[in-house]
């Protein structure tokens, strides 16, 4: 996944309970949270994405997001990424894709290494890497707090003026948790190691606004998670 490559995914790839209350399989196997949050996120999606969309997604996993979308939204252009050491696993996974089964206009593209902690693997606007959307799933609470600055500086520089920025997952508001259940899994988290945690969504826009990201919205999702969207600002 675009994370750094020492820090496991809890949704594909760790051996401890994620958000959604289950234990998932180990490395880039099926997960059962992807399953089950999978529809509430399309709709998010489908309200927010433009048509067509060029969609950056950190920390793809196992691939089932991008596989899933990219079958049921027409005029995508998703671009999934892992580290160096799981791309080969994503990449296997997704060749069982049919081309056939995908939207009208949608293309599920190859992908690419990406750890948000290296600049240098960021796809560069010259190049064509800017996106009119970024997103990622249960990744916030496993990266190091120290890692988010550089998720949300990367996206502030990938996005196009008016490109939005989704972060699904749990969250708590200055400390304040919105389910007995969240609490429990940041401590457990945080008995992990103490450098993941659920993440506090006022600081997290905080950050963002000083890197040149507007909080638009907080979509309450199922299972006590949230998905928070931010916008990277048009130009004036």
């Known amino acids: 996944m675009s994370l750094p490559a020492h820090v496991p995914d809890v949704a594909p790839m760790m051996t401890t309970l994620n958000s959604d209350g289950q234990q998932p399989s180990p490395a880039v196997q099926p997960a059962p949270a992807c399953d089950r949050n ?16 060029r969609v950056l997604e950190i920390g793809s996993g196992g691939g089932q997001h ?17 580290p160096p050491a799981a791309l080969a696993q994503l990449q296997a996974q997704l060749q069982s894709v049919p081309a056939g089964s995908l939207a009208p206009g949608t293309r599920l593209l190859e992908p690419i290494a990406l750890d948000v902690t290296r600049r240098e693997q960021w796809p560069q606007p010259a ?4 996106f009119d959307a970024l997103f990622s799933a249960n990744t916030c609470h496993i990266m190091p707090a120290a890692a988010l600055p550089q998720l949300l500086t990367g996206a ?9 920025l989704l972060l699904y997952g749990p969250f ?5 948790h ?11 988290l945080r008995s992990i ?10 600081e997290l826009q905080d950050q963002a606004r000083g890197l040149g990201l507007e909080p638009l919205a907080d979509v309450a999702m199922p299972a006590n998670n949230r998905t928070l969207v931010l916008k990277r600002p048009s130009r004036g």
């Open 66 to 82: 991008a596989a899933f979308f990219c079958q049921r939204i027409a005029g995508l252009s998703w671009q999934p990424s892992e």
């Open 127 to 130: 190049e064509g890497g800017q």
């Open 38 to 53: 999978r529809e509430p996120i399309l709709a998010v999606l489908q309200d927010w994405l433009p048509a067509p969309a």
């Open 178 to 188: 919105t389910a007995a259940s969240n609490a429990a899994f940041d401590a457990h």
């Open 193 to 202: 190691d103490p450098a993941m945690g659920v993440r506090d969504a006022r």
């Open 156 to 164: 502030a520089q990938v996005l196009r003026p008016g490109g939005l």
């Open 172 to 176: 708590h508001d200055g400390g304040v």
